[in-house]
């Protein structure tokens, strides 16, 4: 019998095939992931980390799901793919599922939250030419300094993030950009200018290093923008579906999504937008819901996509949403992020290196205590997978930490434990 020689290729091996092959769009920790259950992912040597990035939000429900997998592998094998040319027998009852879920007349299916974003922007600006009386090509739409929508075109045209706008003009025009959190400021945008048919606001800014706005900041944007006949579009693609311990981070302390006692703490968003989680992280699916009012703007022909919609995102997304409501995910982010963010603040009081945690549900982001341009941040990340533990740094000098929301408090104390080990033992 032959002997094997092959030898089994190493992370080094993986790392510098895609060095040598891929566009270098990212800059990944140097870990190279071969499998992953629940909040765990394995390298290709066999270690084992907590997963705290999930996939930016995307696997909530936790890696490889069992009921998300089943699902996919029951429709890969019935029907994948139809394109909208045809009625499929999974859309419909998907789009009666999710619309119901979320509390809205209609949703307009797509695969990626940038694609989302997109759809949001035209149903907008259609929205405030044929409804709202714009004149043609002049509506405008406020967005806030420090956003992350996305990477097409339009939605870096107005990014604050220098790589990700510079030399990609010529940019696309009609939008404004406000100070995050600043109401003032968006009261004065909208004076004298009737041309505004929108507010695209993160109701928490995740790329941005997860900044939590006041109390009533959204609130105010609802406020403002029914005062000025706009439509408030909430781009709940990180923040939503369970992440911050409500279903979206729209219903602030209310855990309903809206249906409850306490509907008056739901701020209602004009356009919903979602991606990410929805899929649990199978396969990419995105969408936009909104009210009947807004939706009617798109007729045929006016928007597409060939896999929107099509009956395995559909069938994926449902089950992907079931987990989050059979499992009690929502309640649960709720639960540990309170013990994660008090666990942080215990260890701030044992060392300089963290000044800050924050965030909402398991959404949470700790600020290092050195010059956002310091690799202090990134060394610790690097120490953190060392220790079994897997975050990314995110505007330099700050690390958010977001694992599945299917978590243990055991296994958070254990994640809050190394974290603080790490941490404790760093030297620069
Ligand atoms: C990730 C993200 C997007 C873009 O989603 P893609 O699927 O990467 O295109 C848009 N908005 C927010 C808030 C996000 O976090």
């Known amino acids: 019998m032959a002997t094997t020689t092959t030898k089994k290729a190493t992370s080094k091996d993986f790392i510098e095939l895609e060095n040598k092959h891929g566009a270098h769009n990212y800059h990944p920790l140097p870990v190279v992931l071969a499998k992953g259950e629940g909040v765990h992912v394995w390298d290709v040597e066999g270690k084992k980390y907590y997963d705290f990035l999930s996939a930016y939000s995307a696997v909530n429900q936790g890696h490889c799901h069992p009921k998300i997998v089943n699902t996919l592998k029951e429709q890969a094998e019935t029907l994948t793919l139809t394109s909208r040319a045809f009625f499929n027998d999974v859309l419909g009852p998907y789009e009666q599922f999710i619309t119901r879920y979320f509390g809205f007349d209609k949703v307009l299916p797509m695969n990626t939250g940038a694609e989302a974003v997109e759809t949001a922007i035209k149903i907008a600006r259609k929205w405030g030419y044929e409804k709202k009386g714009v004149e043609e090509n002049k509506g405008q739409i406020v967005v806030f300094d420090q956003n992350f929508h996305g990477r097409t075109t339009t939605i870096i045209s107005f990014s604050s993030d220098g790589d990700a706008k510079r030399n990609f003009g010529p940019y696309t025009h009609g939008f404004i950009k406000v100070t995050y959190n600043d109401v003032d400021a968006l009261r004065e945008v909208f004076e004298d200018n009737d041309n505004i048919v929108g507010v695209l606001v993160e109701p928490i800014q995740g790329e941005a290093g997860v900044i939590v706005p006041s109390e009533n900041f959204l609130d105010n944007i609802r406020k403002l923008c029914k ?131 924050r965030g909402k549900g398991l959404l949470n982001a700790v600020v290092i205590n050195d010059h956002p341009s310091s690799s202090t941040a990134w060394d610790i990340c690097v120490k953190l997978s060392e220790n079994g533990l897997l975050a990314k740094p995110t505007h330099g000098n700050i690390i958010r930490f977001a694992p599945p929301l299917v978590m243990s408090e055991e296994q958070l104390h254990e994640c809050c434990d190394i974290i603080e080990k790490t941490i404790l033992n760093f030297k620069k």
């Open 227 to 357: 005062e000025n006949n706009a439509l408030f579009m909430a781009d709940e693609i990180q923040t939503g579906i369970g992440r911050t311990g409500s279903l979206l981070a729209v219903c602030g302390d209310c855990t309903c999504k809206g249906h409850c006692e306490k509907q008056s703490s739901y701020v209602t968003p004009d356009i919903l937008i979602l991606g990410k989680a929805l899929s649990g992280g199978g396969y990419p699916v995105s969408a936009v819901l909104a009210n009947d009012e807004v939706m009617e703007v798109i007729t045929p022909g006016t928007h597409g996509s060939t896999f929107g919609g099509n009956p395995l995102g559909a069938k994926v997304a449902m089950t992907a949403l079931e987990v989050i409501r059979d499992e009690k995910l929502t309640q649960n982010a709720r639960k540990l992020g309170q013990i994660f963010r008090d666990r942080m603040e215990k260890l701030i009081t044992k060392t300089d290196l963290v000044c800050l945690v």
